[in-house]
């Protein structure tokens, strides 16, 4: 997120949300933040249960998964349809994340301007609502270490990148194993090829965006809070 759209945060708390309402409104983001992060956890979740339970069942090395009171059985349409279910749930945690993304820099601007400090001082930092690498970067940064900057900085990277790879992998696998196993003579196994491309597509084009974003507002983060030379 640049300057500009960071200047028409500001603008518009300042247009838009009277004085009094400021506090209630941080009350209400607050709660979104959280409802979105527990969201994206289950996301997370329903992924993880999918890659492990995808490619045990195709392979016969397991007949059955019981999940309470639902069973996913060896060649049945759930596991069919696997793939498909994965890559949307992918697709809506991005979408969430960006919007997590969002959120959290109207949370900064709102607390610098409802308490008057500067956005992106020692005081408005210690009230935000930071991810673990975000605080472990910024805490490196006022010890004045370059190095560790700079280190943390590359394993924020590399999570970033094993996170994002990971779910497109396991998602071009599902669509391959589908493509070998599947006999191309009725909608649902067509549909069930087809869907998890056009949303592995469009998941990429949203991944792009939010990782731009993010990578933004850690660097513009590194040069205020860290005075870090551009």
Same mark, same amino acid.
């Given at each position: 997120?640049? /300057? ?13 949300? %009277? !004085? ?10 607050? /709660?979104?933040?959280? $409802?979105? @992060? ?5 996301? @997370? /979740? ?8 995808? =490619? ?8 059955? @998964? ?11 349409? !759930? ?10 749930? #992918? ?25 008057? @400090? ?21 805490? #490196?940064?006022? $010890? *004045? ?16 990148? !094993?996170?994002?790879?990971? =779910? ?5 696998? $599902? ?20 869907? %998890?491309?056009?949303?592995?597509? *469009? ?13 933004? !507002?850690? /660097? ?8 870090? %030379?551009?």
């Amino acid at each position: 997120m640049d /300057n500009d759209v960071s200047q028409k945060i500001g603008s518009l708390i300042e247009a838009e949300l %009277p !004085i009094k309402d400021r506090e209630k409104y941080l009350d209400i983001l607050t /709660n979104r933040i959280e $409802g979105n @992060i527990k969201l994206n956890s289950k996301f @997370i /979740n329903i992924m993880l249960l999918c890659i492990l339970a995808f =490619p045990l069942l195709v392979s016969s090395k397991i007949s059955e @998964i019981s999940l309470g009171p639902f069973k996913l059985v060896e060649d049945s349409i !759930i596991v069919l349809l696997i793939p498909t279910v994965f890559t949307f749930i #992918h697709y809506r945690y991005m979408s969430v994340w960006a919007n997590i993304t969002q959120q959290k820099e109207i949370y900064k601007y709102l607390t610098s301007n409802i308490f008057s @400090i500067n956005t992106n001082s020692l005081l408005n930092y210690n009230i935000s609502l930071q991810s673990f690498t975000e605080s472990a970067i910024l805490n #490196h940064i006022r $010890g *004045g270490s370059r190095f560790l900057i700079k280190t943390m900085a590359f394993i924020w990277l590399l999570m970033l990148f !094993i996170v994002f790879v990971i =779910p497109y992998a396991f998602g071009i696998y $599902g669509v391959c194993i589908l493509y070998t196993k599947l006999e191309f003579n009725s909608v649902i196994n067509w549909l069930s090829f087809v869907i %998890p491309i056009f949303l592995m597509l *469009g998941t990429l084009i949203a991944t792009v965006q939010c990782l731009l974003e993010d990578v933004g !507002i850690l /660097n513009k983060n590194l040069i205020e809070f860290g005075d870090v %030379p551009k």
